[in-house]
């Protein structure tokens, strides 16, 4: 599948994709082929201070050590999503066996490449992937802001919406027929070589690709958005039994929001981002107690249980793997 430079241009302004098209990106490439089968998450490993013009040159023309260009787009800490290249990119290099077989099958990550022990093949993922580049540190302590959280989803949605358009010949309005949150993929997920995008949890991220396509390009309208706002979707809601209408949500990160006047439960079960990204998402939580002192325990994808507020430390755990192994997705 090869997107027109056109076609682009057109799902993004569908989507909502706050972006701007950098002079030259439609014919710039590699010249080596391109088939698009899926969507690959970077990080540009710079920090802020880097500035844009800055960063922008080094997706497009690359460093000493790797010609560029390095990504399809280069994502900013504002949510302006840069048009940097159409076709193949510099940007994945050697990936496994297996993940070149689920991508080519459409099939989703079974999990980190690293964390499964597989080892790169001779096969060169920039042939399949549209590449988007984030601006990050990579260190952990970096925070990817929420605006430009939601612009790369509406991107992500958008690139998944024009596929099956294109296929379909479907370019007017309805429902999305193309691809959904499974085409996409973090780059440590093709290869055990890398571990960006450090500190964004794909399972929920592609959860969030699949909301913005359910609801489409009207209901996934971007809205502003304050720095403390959560950049993932929701996983579950237990209100108080008493009738009191007080309740929590949880993120999938298993941070825990008061609605309904509750109060604040101190979130010790957050989970660290290195760790979040290994074990997978939160997936459920209980209420131990309610009232000025709650406490919660929150399961995670490999039954972990992680505490909250006032909830004892939880002993123990049946975790069905040795280490932090992601649970193989159903199929």
């Not at 082929?33 to 899926?38: I, K, P, Q, V």
């Not at 039994?241 to 109060?263: F, T, W």
């Not at 989970?271 to 209980?286: N, Q, R, S, T």
Request: hydrophobic share 35%; with cysteine; charged share 20%.
């Amino acid at each position: 599948m090869i997107l027109t430079a056109g076609e682009i241009v057109e799902a993004f302004d569908r989507w909502h994709v706050r972006h701007v098209a950098r002079p030259g990106w439609a014919t710039r490439h590699t010249r080596h082929s391109w088939d698009l089968r899926a969507i690959y998450l970077h990080h540009d490993a710079n920090h802020d201070k880097v500035s844009t013009e800055r960063g922008l040159a080094v997706i497009e023309e690359g460093r000493p050590d790797l010609a560029g260009p390095l990504s399809n787009s280069w994502n900013e800490d504002d949510g302006t999503v840069y048009l940097t290249a159409l076709g193949n990119t510099n940007n994945a290099g050697r990936i496994t066996q297996e993940a070149y077989d689920r991508i080519t099958k459409g099939l989703p990550p079974r999990g980190d490449a690293g964390a499964l022990r597989h080892r790169d093949s001779r096969i060169v993922g920039n042939t399949y992937g549209w590449a988007i580049e984030i601006h990050n540190a990579g260190d952990g302590r970096d925070p990817y802001e929420p605006g430009q959280m939601q612009s790369t989803v509406l991107e992500c949605a958008a690139i998944c919406d024009a596929v099956g358009r294109k296929v379909t010949g479907r370019w007017g309005a309805g429902p999305s027929v193309g691809w959904g949150g499974n085409r996409v993929w973090a780059h440590r997920q093709l290869t055990p070589r890398k571990i960006d995008p450090l500190g964004i949890v794909i399972v929920s991220f592609a959860e969030a690709v699949d909301v913005a396509l359910y609801v489409g390009p009207t209901g996934a309208r971007p809205t502003p958005l304050e720095d403390d706002m959560p950049t993932v979707v929701a996983k579950a809601l237990r209100f108080n039994p008493n009738g009191s209408g007080q309740g929590y949500v949880m993120d999938a990160y298993g941070a825990l929001h008061p609605v309904g006047g509750a109060p604040k439960m101190p979130n010790h079960a957050e989970f660290d981002d290195w760790i979040a990204a290994k074990v997978g998402p939160a997936v459920d939580f209980e209420v131990t107690s309610w009232g000025p002192a709650p406490g919660a325990v929150v399961l995670d994808a490999v039954g972990g249980r992680h505490p909250a507020g006032s909830a004892p430390t939880q002993t123990g755990g049946p975790y069905w793997a040795k280490g932090f192994v992601p649970p193989a997705p159903v199929v």
